[in-house]
């Protein structure tokens, strides 16, 4: 009764997804058969002591602490809506505390693998080869997101004063600038482009082999295939150039709250990931130089 009455509540008041809805309703599922089996009859009933025997159940499992603490927040949300339309007198919730999840560390390119793919690698002298390689450079230059570089137009792109001009997150400009060695391949890119496509109906900069704009997995194949011939690192996508780019900094010395610029983050706990990776590069210097190490 009530697992329905809060799951009409999702589709017809929160307007939730289809599939956000099955989500909720799985885990309210095994949040009923677990109860039953604890001896519970109904699931408003549970308490906070109940709740941590379920939490703990689906720790013993392997359960990730991302999936635990997804279902816990479906649990919030239910017992939150149970007790603003007053079936029960306390949420159990509130005395539940979320399992601490590891953070997962960026994977990154070493600077003489980027290095080698750019300045050694023939991407060839054709239209698509002077593309995949402006593409590679810019990700790596300015480290900016996918989205951003498939929507980039031709005046964002400002070759006198060496910036980028990219719509973020939430709509939010950016200027990003770039080093003075990436304007001949820009150029070369452009003249290339102006060659083969002189009459472009759209004014976006990147373009497919027919003239489109840039969809999603038409770039992930380019910067893949690439990355394939410097790195063994299992993922080889454009957010890896992301991360590239920062560590690179980071470990160059750039500040942080400078390169929480550059990335469009909205906060500096977004950033703050990339330094476990130059902390660990630093213990591996300090072992290498000191002399007591």
């Given at each position: 009764m009530y697992n329905d009455l809060f799951l009409k509540y999702l589709q017809f008041e929160k307007r939730f997804s289809v599939n956000t809805i099955k989500s909720y309703k799985v885990d309210l599922c095994q949040f009923t058969d677990f109860i039953i089996d604890y001896g519970e009859v109904e699931i408003h009933q549970a308490n906070d002591k109940t709740i941590r025997a379920w939490i703990v159940s689906l720790m013993e499992k392997d359960l990730s602490a991302v999936s635990v603490n997804r279902k816990i927040s479906t649990l919030k949300s239910?017992?939150?809506?149970?007790?603003?339309?007053?079936?029960?007198?306390?949420n159990p919730m509130d005395k539940i505390s979320s399992p601490k999840a590891s953070k997962r560390l960026p994977l990154f390119i070493e600077e003489k693998q980027i290095n080698n793919l750019i300045d050694d690698y023939s991407f060839g002298?054709?239209?698509?080869?002077?593309r995949n390689k402006t593409i590679i450079e810019m990700f790596y230059n300015t480290g900016m997101r996918l989205s951003e570089l498939i929507n980039l137009k031709n005046n964002s792109v400002d070759l006198y004063n060496n910036t980028v001009k990219v719509l973020g997150k939430r709509n939010k400009e950016r200027i990003i600038p770039f080093n003075s060695t990436f304007i001949e391949p820009l150029e070369k890119y452009i003249r290339f482009r102006d060659q083969e496509f002189n009459n472009l109906a759209h004014d976006y900069f990147f373009v497919t082999d027919k003239g489109n704009k840039l969809y999603e997995k038409f770039v992930y194949r380019i910067?893949?295939?690439?990355?394939?011939?410097?790195?063994?690192?299992?993922?080889?996508s454009p957010h890896i150039l992301r991360h590239t780019?920062?560590?690179?900094?980071?470990?160059?010395?750039?500040?942080?709250?400078?390169?929480?610029?550059?990335?469009?983050?909205?906060?500096?706990?977004?950033?703050?990931?990339?330094?476990?990776?130059t902390f660990?590069?630093?213990?591996?210097?300090?072992?290498?130089?000191?002399?007591?190490?």
């Open positions: 239910f017992f939150k809506f149970l007790l603003r339309e007053g079936y029960v007198n306390t002298d054709d239209f698509s080869g002077t910067v893949n295939r690439y990355l394939s011939l410097v790195t063994t690192i299992e993922k080889k780019f920062a560590t690179h900094l980071l470990n160059r010395g750039a500040d942080l709250n400078a390169i929480k610029e550059l990335l469009g983050h909205a906060n500096l706990s977004a950033t703050q990931v990339y330094t476990h990776n660990k590069k630093l213990k591996t210097i300090y072992k290498q130089a000191h002399p007591r190490a």
